[in-house]
């Protein structure tokens, strides 16, 4: 199977469900990741993303993303993130994982909204909107926190902003290739919570995350957008 090739209407098979492809939504062929909005045989709307190569919960890389780039295609790993997902709803839920043909896919909760990049750009001279969504995100991070997760890679592209008609507006992390939790067993491995605050305190301070990406790309986007 191409990856590339496929478009909407074409279908893929799980032992528990049959995804038909509604929407393209990422492609990238570069890291070997596509991403589709898809409907099962249920009528629900999911993502599946996919993989090209073998799922590995460990590729030695190093200690700070000690899952790698497959990491939600693995077993172990997605089992970790199913089941953490159950007990906490600022979580994407994870459904299942499995291997079609040559690919190996995750089948992951659909969230109806825009990125926080896109979102910003679409309220550039709206100070209060942007201002509520930053807040959001600051009490979402700090839900993370206090139940001892950390996401390890919190960018503008991985801030979804979801607006409902009769629903308060709300953001959700997605993209789980670095979360950490002192029960995973690779953090443990890896000790990540040794000083407690580490890994938590690294989605901070990491270059383009949260506020400096938020800042930055606001400001790359009036460079190119007179208002």
């Known amino acids: 199977m ?5 478009k909407p209407g074409e279908k893929i098979l799980s032992s528990n469900h049959t995804y038909e492809i509604k929407e393209v939504l990422h492609r990238d062929k570069e890291n070997g990741i596509f991403v589709f909005r898809v409907m099962d045989n249920n009528k629900e709307i999911k993502v599946l993303k996919s993989f090209e190569g073998v799922p590995r919960c460990d590729n030695g890389r190093n200690k700070h993303n000690h899952y790698g780039k497959r990491r939600d295609g693995s077993q172990k790993v997605f089992d970790e993130i199913q089941n953490k997902a159950e007990g906490y709803d600022f979580l ?13 896919f995750i089948a992951i909760e659909y969230l109806n909204g825009c990125l926080l ?33 950390a996401h390890g890679d919190p960018h503008l592209g991985n801030v979804m902003v979801l607006e409902q008609d ?11 290739s670095q979360i950490h939790h002192p029960d995973f067993q ?23 995350n949260l506020g400096k990406g938020f800042l930055h790309e606001r400001l790359e986007i009036e460079k190119k957008t007179p208002l």
């Open 2 to 6: 191409n990856l590339q090739e496929l």
């Open 92 to 104: 994407v839920k994870h459904f299942e994982n499995f291997k079609y043909r040559e690919n190996y």
């Open 117 to 149: 990049r896109d979102y910003i750009y679409n309220h550039l001279t709206e100070d209060l909107q942007l201002k509520n969504v930053v807040l959001l995100l600051a009490k979402t991070l700090l839900k993370w926190h206090n139940n001892d997760f």
């Open 166 to 176: 009769d629903s308060p507006i709300q953001v959700k992390l997605f993209d789980y």
């Open 186 to 208: 690779y953090c443990q491995k890896y000790n990540c919570f040794e000083p407690k605050r580490k890994r938590t305190d690294e989605d901070f301070k990491k270059n383009g």
